[in-house]
T-cell receptor, first 117, second 112 residues
Framework: AQKITQTQPGMFVQEKEAVTLDCTYD???????LFWYKQPSSGEMIFLIY??????QNATEGRYSLNFQKARKSANLVISASQLGDSAMYFC??????????????FGTGTSLTVIP | EAQVTQNPRYLITVTGKKLTVTCSQN?????MSWYRQDPGLGLRQIYY???????DKGDVPEGYKVSRKEKRNFPLILESPSPNQTSLYFC???????????FGAGSRLTVL
């Protein structure tokens, strides 16, 4: 089974609008971490936001927030007030914390976001 | 500046010609790892290392070797590259106990 599933290959959003990028994950661990990375056309991987499985509050970093629904095993990224510079590929990732897999990171297939002026 | 440096950034080679992609970090991170990125597949982990002389396989280790003789360096070795190893490769590191991975700029490899 896929550890991370991103079902939206491509998304469009109007500038200044909010957009939600979906991510579901699969783990039997109690302790794990969830991440979002941004990859602009230049190719680098930029860390956006992190959520620990025991964190009770949803993580927020500026215009980014992570909508963490543990029972549903979802970790959607919400970008508020989209900007043209938000056009990029977005990857959801997970790190499990069990002793034998805690050093592996699993990435989704990515969602390509295009912000329309 | 704290960073992960990969070289070369771009390489075109031929089947069977051994090559090494270097990775170096200046943050004294214990953990380092290699990923390959392919369209429609996202990033997949090739190998990782918890510290000097400690390496382990990720999800797609076939056709690759690594070594960790120094804390700062984690080279990726392709002993006999094949066309299916054409990909974008990323090296990443993190400190022990930290969560966030810091990535290098990526190395685009083409094997003809």
């Amino acid at each position: 089974a896929q550890k991370i599933t991103q079902t939206q290959p491509g998304m469009f959003v109007q500038e200044k609008e909010a957009v939600t990028l979906d991510c579901t994950y699969d783990t039997s661990d109690q302790s794990y971490g969830l991440f979002w990375y941004k990859q602009p056309s230049s190719g680098e991987m930029i860390f956006l936001i992190y959520q620990g499985s025991y964190d009770e509050q949803n993580a927020t970093e500026g215009r980014y927030s992570l909508n963490f629904q543990k029972a549903r095993k979802s970790a959607n990224l919400v970008i508020s007030a989209s900007q043209l510079g938000d056009s990029a590929m977005y990857f959801c990732a997970m790190r499990e914390s069990t002793s034998n897999t805690g050093n592996q990171f699993y990435f989704g297939t990515g969602t390509s976001l295009t912000v329309i002026p | 500046e704290a960073q992960v440096t990969q070289n070369p950034r771009y390489l075109i080679t031929v089947t069977g010609k051994k090559l090494t992609v270097t990775c170096s970090q200046n943050m004294n991170h214990e953990y380092m790892s290699w990923y390959r990125q392919d369209p429609g597949l996202g990033l997949r982990q090739i190998y990782y290392s918890m510290n000097v002389e400690v390496t382990d396989k990720g999800d797609v280790p076939e056709g690759y070797k690594v070594s960790r003789k120094e804390k700062r360096n984690f080279p990726l070795i392709l002993e006999s590259p094949s066309p299916n190893q054409t990909s974008l490769y990323f090296c990443a590191s993190r400190a022990a106990g930290a969560n966030v991975l810091t990535f290098g700029a990526g190395s685009r490899l083409t094997v003809l």
